[in-house]
């Protein structure tokens, strides 16, 4: 039996199928029409996922959505009433969109696909909760999910058992965590559901002396985690903003614009609101232990993407473990909604992995064979050299030790916004300029953005304060002490000059509070990444290498080889490894492009 499981229409939008309850592929439309986020119907994703199956539209039994349109329309138009007139600029701007397409997806469906079965829907937070607890490694475990908004939910909890999961509680729109994040997101001056990630990374960088405030005049926290804002200061119910003037007056000036000067008030404003959100999940995940009974823990939804917080929640928490979904945000809810079919409407048992997840490292999206990849470069006339399969490993290390920045393109690809060692760009953790030239000259980023390090799963606890796997890389976990150096105060000093100071003797992944997101890399899971970074230890000593995703800012990360070969061409990336083809960027062709390819790109 095959389930087709689809997200879209808000953001991140996907597809995945499954075969007898067990994932086959999944992937983001995003990689596929290059347009980062893409909301739109995921046609290419969903031609991917039938091609991986090897069937057609019309051997698909049950096709799934991950939300209720028109409960969701229901709060939108609630919504608009409680503000009216304020609102009809943004009410008449949503309206076509939902006239015309998310109130009739069965519609849309058959006219995008072809698809005349049976179309189902999920609840928005019973996708999350599904894509939680069905992959994880549990027989019965605690559920938590918490975003911007579903339907009416914006949180929830429950337990998963066996095929079963119960949702006992939600926390209902206006009244939300992920909004709260989201409106200092586009306060410090990010892109709404894009650069949270980048508040986060520069929380390190500030104090938090807004946390009172916020507590005091922006959000009623309760003992149990649960939140009441104060509308008072925002505007996403019937505005084109997340915040207004009033939020502006209480912290100190106006918003920030978009690409100018980070100063130390929206450094302290990210350490607040990032402590806010800390302290809100662990009040959530101390009122779900207390009454689920559960020892174990599963988080999805896009808040479960904080990382800091998740590493918090493992330390603090009275949870024995916890899984967080790889994709936990929307894209994740197609395969939660797919899942959540197979065990909860049609019935099926669930058989619980033995020690380790459902989830196959989370490589499910699209690869290519060393036939297709020389094809490819042979046609274009990219010169390349072989890997001899013996050497492979060794090549590449030697490289990466040697200062230079590879291009790693090797296997299936990732499903969620980490890359895992698929699509990933690599470089020595143990030179200050590492992080530097991968920031300027590679991704064309902010500076003050930390990267991840990858380091063999066997040897985690030689570098950091873990005694456990993080292969998904969503768990923050602190360096060593014996490897910490000492740091200026950091009174006075720029934000450059900080950044500078050699925080550790692995000073490309250290932030500025020794902290690092960390990737776990398994033998069994990722074996070819595995023998990398093995032998960049038998090299160097050193088993951690950099990770960043392989994509310059405001684009997807690549999917395919001609991706790859645009990507490395457009960067000042030294080599490009795709399966067992490598490139030197000396030999290649001029490359020639429009020299305003980056206004094109969607910065986030």
């Known amino acids: 039996m095959f389930i087709l499981g689809i997200s879209c229409f808000y953001h991140d939008s996907a597809a995945c199928i499954l075969r007898d309850g067990n994932i086959l592929a999944a992937a983001q439309e995003e990689r596929f029409t290059r347009k980062k986020h893409d909301p739109r119907f995921p046609k290419h994703a969903v031609a991917y996922c039938l091609e991986a199956a090897g069937i057609s539209i019309r051997d698909v039994d049950y096709l799934v959505y991950y939300d209720k349109p028109f409960l969701t329309f229901e709060r939108l138009l609630m919504s608009y009433l409680t503000v009216a007139p304020r609102g009809l600029r943004s009410w008449l701007e949503a309206m076509p969109s939902w006239l015309g397409q998310k109130l009739h997806m069965p519609r849309v469906v058959k006219d995008e696909t072809g698809y005349e079965g049976p179309v189902l829907f999920t609840e928005h937070h019973e996708a999350h909760a599904a894509s939680a607890f069905y992959p994880s490694p549990f027989e019965e475990a605690a559920i938590l999910t918490v975003d911007g908004?579903?339907?009416?939910?914006?949180?929830?909890?429950?337990?998963?058992?066996?095929?079963?999961?119960?949702?006992?509680?939600?926390?209902?729109?206006?009244?939300?965590?992920?909004?709260?994040?989201?409106?200092?997101?586009?306060?410090?001056?990010?892109?709404?559901?894009?650069?949270?990630?980048?508040?986060?990374?520069?929380?390190?960088?500030?104090?938090?002396?807004?946390?009172?405030?916020?507590?005091?005049?922006?959000?009623?926290?309760?003992?149990?985690?649960?939140?009441?804002?104060?509308?008072?200061?925002?505007?996403?119910?019937?505005?084109?903003?997340?915040?207004?003037?009033?939020?502006?007056?209480?912290?100190?000036?106006?918003?920030?614009?978009?690409?100018?000067?980070?100063?130390?008030?929206?450094?302290?404003?990210?350490?607040?609101?990032?402590?806010?959100?800390?302290?809100?999940?662990?009040?959530?995940?101390?009122?779900?232990?207390?009454?689920?009974?559960?020892?174990?823990?599963?988080?999805?939804?896009?808040?479960a993407l904080n990382c800091v917080a998740n590493g918090r929640i493992l330390r603090e928490a009275p949870f024995r473990n916890i899984w967080i979904q790889p994709a936990a945000g929307d894209a994740g809810g197609a395969l939660g909604a797919a899942l959540s079919v197979w065990h909860r409407y049609l019935g099926n048992a669930r058989e619980t992995p033995e020690g380790d997840d459902r989830q196959k490292g989370s490589f499910l999206g699209p690869s290519f064979s060393n036939e297709e990849v020389k094809q490819y470069l042979k046609g274009k006339g990219y010169p390349y050299r072989d890997l001899d399969a013996g050497q492979r490993a060794r090549c590449i290390a030697e490289h990466i030790a040697e200062g230079r920045i590879v291009g790693y393109m090797a296997g299936p690809m990732e499903f969620g916004p980490r890359a895992l060692g698929a699509r990933s760009i690599l470089g020595d953790p143990r030179r200050e300029e590492t992080q530097s030239v991968m920031n300027l000259k590679i991704k064309y980023r902010e500076s003050f953005r930390p990267f991840a390090p990858s380091v063999l799963e066997e040897k985690a606890s030689e570098y950091f304060e873990t005694d456990r796997a993080s292969p998904y890389m969503l768990l923050v976990a602190g360096l060593r002490e014996e490897r910490r150096l000492p740091q200026p105060s950091g009174e006075g000093m720029s934000m450059l000059e900080r950044l500078k100071a050699k925080r550790s003797d692995l000073p490309a992944i250290t932030h500025l509070d020794y902290s690092a997101r960390l990737q776990t890399v398994s033998r069994e899971t990722k074996p070819d990444y595995h023998a990398v970074i093995a032998e960049f230890e038998r090299l160097t000593g050193c088993a951690v290498i950099v990770n960043t995703s392989f994509n310059v800012r405001g684009e997807p990360i690549i999917c395919t080889p001609e991706d790859a070969y645009r990507c490395f061409m457009r960067t000042e990336i030294d080599v490009l490894v795709i399966e067992d083809c490598m490139m030197y960027k000396k030999e290649q062709p001029l490359w020639k492009e429009k020299e305003d390819w980056r206004d094109e790109l969607e910065l986030d």
């Open 149 to 303: 908004v579903g339907e009416w939910a914006t949180a929830s909890y429950g337990f998963g058992e066996g095929a079963e999961i119960a949702l006992m509680k939600e926390l209902h729109f206006p009244d939300s965590l992920g909004l709260l994040y989201s409106a200092f997101t586009y306060f410090t001056g990010f892109k709404v559901n894009s650069g949270e990630y980048k508040l986060m990374g520069l929380a390190p960088y500030g104090t938090p002396r807004y946390k009172d405030l916020i507590l005091s005049e922006l959000v009623d926290l309760k003992e149990d985690g649960s939140i009441r804002l104060n509308l008072s200061y925002f505007d996403f119910l019937g505005g084109l903003r997340m915040t207004n003037r009033r939020f502006a007056r209480l912290f100190d000036g106006p918003r920030r614009k978009p690409e100018t000067e980070i100063t130390q008030r929206e450094m302290d404003v990210a350490a607040s609101i990032q402590a806010v959100t800390e302290e809100t999940l662990l009040r959530m995940a101390h009122h779900v232990h207390k009454e689920t009974g559960r020892e174990d823990l599963c988080l999805a939804g896009g808040v």
